[in-house]
Structures are given as structure tokens and as C-alpha cells.
């Protein structure tokens, strides 16, 4: 109904935010504040290792009352990595955020990462989706074209 994750990406780009799993928590965060995202993609060389998220941090970090400028991301990072493959349903992906209760997804391709997103990104699509569907309705119902 809503497309294609591709469509999506095509849409917002393909760019990445990562960090190194050795990385420090509080690098990790000053890096997710100056691109002003929730989540990073933790890498061990070219090969995902996990993700960093802005719940990691409030749950693994503050509420554990740890000192984030000493503790690693590999330490506290969300290790259990879900991703997606281009040729997602957009349904498909927003289903399987819900369900498993995170915002972000990482979309690989043939091994190798290609983008990510974000429930968001996915709400941002879906309303675009939506507003052109209104659009063509209205036009149609008032006889342009």
C-alpha cells in the first residue's frame, strides 16, 4: 500500500550515523546530539555489531547510575541487531517496529549496510502517502485533473 522501504531510502537518503563499539558512551552521545539522531549504528570494523540507542543510554547508563564517560558502547549497546532487507514492505517495517517495541532499523543489502530508519521516517512517509492520496481524491471529486 505504502511502498517499498527502497522508495523510502531513495526519499531520505542512505547516510548512516555509526560508532566504533570501543567508543566511549559519552562520545557516543555528544555524536548522536550533533547529528541530532536517536540511534547509532555500532560497527566492529565493516560488520554491525549492534546499535546505540537514546533508551540504551536512559536505561544501561543513567538509571544504572554509570559513569558515561568511562564506559565503552559495547558495553551497554542493544546487541540483538534486527535489519531489513530494500525490498521490505514500508507495512512490514512499521509492523515489525511495533511489535518488537524499537524506532530504528537498519536496511542491509547483500551484507553490506544501505540505510536506516527511523518510525519517523516511516510516519513521514505514510503521511506524504496519505496527503497525495487526499489530494488526487479532492481533484478528482471536484472534476480537475
Known amino acids: 500500500?505504502?511502498?517499498?522501504?527502497?522508495?523510502?531510502?531513495?526519499?531520505?537518503?542512505?547516510?548512516?550515523?555509526?560508532?566504533?563499539k570501543t567508543a566511549t558512551v559519552a562520545e557516543a552521545v555528544r555524536e548522536m546530539n550533533e547529528k541530532g539522531v536517536g540511534a547509532l549504528l555500532v560497527m566492529e570494523g565493516r560488520r554491525p555489531?549492534?546499535?546505540f540507542t537514546e533508551r540504551d543510554v536512559l536505561r544501561r547508563v543513567v538509571?544504572?547510575?554509570k559513569d558515561p564517560a568511562l564506559l565503552r558502547v559495547a558495553e551497554v549497546m542493544t546487541r540483538h541487531l534486527v535489519m531489513i532487507a530494500p525490498n521490505f514492505r514500508v507495512e512490514e517495517a512499521m509492523e515489525l517496529m511495533t511489535a518488537r517495541r524499537f524506532r530504528?532499523?537498519?536496511?542491509?543489502?547483500?551484507?553490506?549496510?544501505?540505510?536506516?530508519?527511523?518510525?519517523?521516517?516511516?510516519?513521514?512517509?505514510?503521511?506524504?502517502?496519505q496527503?497525495?492520496?487526499?489530494r488526487q481524491m479532492s481533484a478528482y471529486i471536484n472534476g480537475g485533473s
Not at 522501504?5 to 537518503?13: D, H, N, Q, R, T
Not at 543489502?109 to 530508519?117: P, R, S, T
Open 49 to 51: 555489531a549492534g546499535i
Open 131 to 134: 496527503e497525495e492520496h487526499i
Open 104 to 129: 530504528h532499523l537498519p536496511v542491509v543489502e547483500e551484507g553490506e549496510v544501505v540505510g536506516m530508519l527511523s518510525s519517523g521516517d516511516l510516519m513521514r512517509w505514510v503521511t506524504m502517502d
Open 63 to 65: 538509571d544504572a547510575d
Open 1 to 20: 500500500m505504502f511502498g517499498l522501504v527502497s522508495s523510502v531510502l531513495a526519499e531520505k537518503g542512505r547516510h548512516v550515523y555509526t560508532v566504533e
